[in-house]
């Protein structure tokens, strides 16, 4: 999958891309069953090097009402270091040929950059990619 940017937008915003964030498959199915609603959310994602884990903003698990699954200590970059709440969820990628993740750990702690970013995507999903930052051209690729 490659994300076209230009070299000055690159440089500006970082890789970024569309995603879809909602329960894990399972916790749809069950609830459904009961008839409980579970929305997914799109969402704009910065591909983070720096963060080891993925984190979403909290109203995202809020709404789309995930799992929660523990509390991981972060310690934020410009922000308070401190423990915060950890999720299931399903993260997709609309329009590429990327795999899905169903069964995926998010860390819920408020971004600074939003609302541009309600995501960054961490070192846990990138260890699932090849990925490339070309910062001359303005092309990043990721391969699955």
């Excluded at 799109?42 to 995930?66: E, F, H, M, Y």
């Amino acid at each position: 999958m490659k994300l076209p940017f230009t070299p000055t937008t690159l440089f500006q915003q970082g890789p970024h891309l569309e995603i879809l964030i909602s329960a894990t498959k399972l916790e749809v199915i069950e609830g459904r069953a009961i008839g409980l609603e579970y929305p997914d959310m799109s969402v704009r994602a910065l591909i983070d090097t720096g963060a080891s884990l993925t984190i979403i903003n909290p109203q995202i698990a809020t709404t789309c009402k995930l799992k929660q699954t523990g509390r991981q200590k972060i310690n934020a970059v410009g922000g308070e270091a401190g423990e915060f709440p950890e999720y299931a969820a399903a993260i997709s990628f609309p329009g590429s040929r990327l795999p899905s993740l169903d069964t995926t750990r998010v860390v819920a702690c408020p971004i600074i950059r939003q609302p541009f970013f309600s995501c960054l995507i961490g070192r846990d999903i990138l260890r699932k990619w090849l990925f490339t930052y070309d910062g001359r051209s303005g092309e990043v690729e990721i391969i699955a």
